[in-house]
């Protein structure tokens, strides 16, 4: 998981970001509308890469606790709780990571419902805590198709964010600023899509676990020159990989898919585990969450509608069978691995069904893991290990008939 040079040029990326936060600030979702927020002159923070963290470095145990106790329920995201957790008891790996000695406090915070409702408690929460204003964009969920109506109701509903950001900040939106900003989101996407797309080839340069760190340019700095930069280096360097034959897992035998959340605090030994067995997980819906084909700087307002009410976690089952019988075949994938993360059943796409009906529609089977994203208490190393080696053993048995 650590053998690209754009590792290294990440962190100094993350620790001039974190530390270069000031006021005014703007919280905002994962898949909220930045491009408004960075147009306007806002910082931006984004809670959710908070949340991850806390996952990553396994302190979401010790926060999780901690906001139950403050009523919030045990089956609720864990990045919510582990978030609200640390909060309460005046803590965050920012500390050690960068100097930061709490989160930046916002002036504004802003939540998409396009993947749950959850953020809008999280949010919330955070809006009585610092007293500060709070807009909600709510479009339309699970949609199988997205219609002009759809997109013309979440533009008028940006319009609306324009004006209160616009009285918070005390300066109209600059248009040709906001143009630039979706022009700079779009080729950041854009690489982003190529850099996933290089695990395409075989063997893969590139794994699901090597990008679920690699994403946070395009989180949290999406709409920069920076994320562009980033990523057009990361692009060559993968490319060059690719080139020499250099694999992410050397001795790549099976190609796997994993579906749903990270288990943040196991990205290491998940790796290690299936890299042991010869198994690559190529590529992932959750990575891909952050590639907006739909941004268009000469339409900025209707093309970020689009683009953000598009994404996959808000759209129906069917649509979601196709895109994932689409991404099957063009990674040439042999398994597929759905993640049950207990406290996010928005992002767990096992529940009613979907499954057995890609296996009966693709003929590639599927193997379904209990989990969480931050909340490990929903995870059993032993049971997921016998069940992975078993899997992949019967996935390299079907290569070998
Ligand atoms: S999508 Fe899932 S993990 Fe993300 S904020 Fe919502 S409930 Fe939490």
Redesign the pocket.
Known sequence: MTRLRSQQALKSILSDYFKGLKSPVAWCTSAGPAEILRALGFDIYFP?NHGALLGASRAASKYIPRAHQAGYANEI?S??TSDIGAHLMGETPLKEAYGLSAPPKPDLIVFNTN??R??AEWFGYFGREFNCPVVGIFPPRHLEVVTSADIDNVTKQFEELIAVGERVIGKPLDYAKLKEVVRLSKAGSDLWKQVLQTAQQTPAPLSFWDGTILMAPIVILRGTQTAVDFYTDLLAELRELSQNNNAAVPSEQVRLFWEG?PIWGRLRSLSDLLTENQAAVVASTYCNSWIFDDFNPTDPLRSMAGAYTQIF?NRGEEHKLTVLRQMLNEYKVDGIIFHDAKT?F??SNCRFGLPGRLTADTGIPSLTIDGD?NDLRFYSDGQAQTRLETFVEQLKGKHDR
Request: overall charge negative; some cysteine; proline content about 0%.
């Open positions: 959710e995201c990045y919510l993947q749950c959850e953020v959340m976690i996010c928005n992002n994203l």
